[in-house]
């Protein structure tokens, strides 16, 4: 297989064809999804020429996942393209048939009915991962007079005061590069996982790189971590945890974990705080903490050729909001699949 800065004219004019306009993806989007991530032995992409002219692609990002307590070769499938005049002559099959003989586990998120669909003919299976919310504030939800006159402002005083004003007993420490202390981190929490992507150093710094990070310390103790980032979605403000990986049985500590992100929401005056997870330990803690489940679930879709299941009794940390590459982190606003 070649380096895919070998092809990148080829994929580039490929890319430009297949999504015209705005969701066209420039070579910056491929160099760090594919080029630039850690593991340099296995393979990439599934590229398929006719006459010289790419005709196929199919990009996925390796990765260990750990479901129970055995480890799988697993990639995470990004992007997939046929050129139109050669649809529905078996390229897409073809393509997925090399990816199903590289890995033990195939994953992507597909989250429109009519992808959901074709893929289920083709064997594939899904498992939804909820969204949770909490509202910050209201001034999103109410009309705009009423922000105007001041009542926004006196309800959203009210709320935050009664359900967002703990302060947590942790410290938070930010930081930029993991380091090797993130290995006994690793080794301390993913034992209570039946369900988890294996997370280094390597694999973090590479696919948060530019994300707010924090190490979670109680007592000197580093507990764990989260990943956040700020963003606006429509008129809505959000602070979103793109990760959160510390031991799920600790109540005490998730808990105190949630006033900080109260707090920190309030500070980047944050509307709403947003997690996906499936989880039923760390649900049960953050619905107490008045996070409300909604009904745009995010649908991972698997296909195993050794038949695994990724059913409701494995704890897991699968997927949050991007992590786990549920979802390219180089994708413009709105451009998810």
């Known amino acids: 297989m070649k380096d895919l800065t070998k092809i990148r004219k080829e994929i580039l004019e490929f890319s430009r064809k297949t999504f015209p306009g705005e969701e066209s993806r420039e070579w910056t989007y491929f160099q760090n999804n594919y080029v630039n991530h850690p593991d340099k032995k296995s393979p990439k992409y599934t590229a398929i020429f006719e006459g010289g002219k790419m005709i196929g692609f199919l990009g996925y990002i390796p990765m260990r996942l750990k479901i129970g ?19 529905g002559k078996g390229i897409g099959r073809k393509i997925l048939n090399e990816a199903y003989s590289l890995f033990d586990i195939n994953l992507a998120i597909k989250n429109s009915e009519d992808a959901i669909r074709i893929y289920t003919k083709q064997g594939w299976k899904y498992h939804s991962i909820p969204l949770y919310l909490k509202i910050i504030s209201f001034r999103s939800y109410l009309p705009r007079f009423l922000e105007k006159v001041g009542l926004v402002y006196v309800l959203d005083k009210v709320y935050q005061t009664l359900f967002c004003n703990k302060e947590s007993e942790l410290d938070f420490e930010r930081f930029g590069e993991c380091g090797e202390e993130l290995r006994e981190v690793w080794k301390k929490n993913s034992k209570h996982y039946s369900l988890v992507n294996e997370r280094d150093r390597d694999y973090l710094n590479w696919k948060f790189k530019n994300y707010e990070k924090y190490y979670v310390i ?23 945890i793109i990760d959160f990986f510390m031991d799920p049985n600790k109540k005490g500590i998730i808990n105190s974990v949630i006033n900080f992100l109260n707090k920190k929401a309030i500070d980047v005056n944050a509307d709403v705080i947003r997690f996906y997870i499936s989880d039923k330990r760390l649900v049960k803690l953050f619905r107490k903490q008045k996070f409300i489940k909604r009904e745009d679930d995010l649908r991972l879709m698997y296909y195993s050729k050794k038949h695994l299941e990724l059913n409701r009794k494995y704890e897991g940390v699968l997927v949050t909001l991007y992590d786990s590459d549920g979802e ?10």
């Open 218 to 240: 109680n007592k000197g103790t580093i507990e764990g971590y989260i990943i956040l980032k700020t963003e606006r979605k429509g008129k809505k403000k959000m602070l979103s």
């Open 328 to 337: 390219p982190f180089f994708y413009k606003e709105g451009k998810r699949d």
């Open 69 to 87: 307590k055995v480890f799988y070769k697993s990639g995470w499938q990004l992007d997939q393209f046929v050129s139109e005049e050669k649809r």
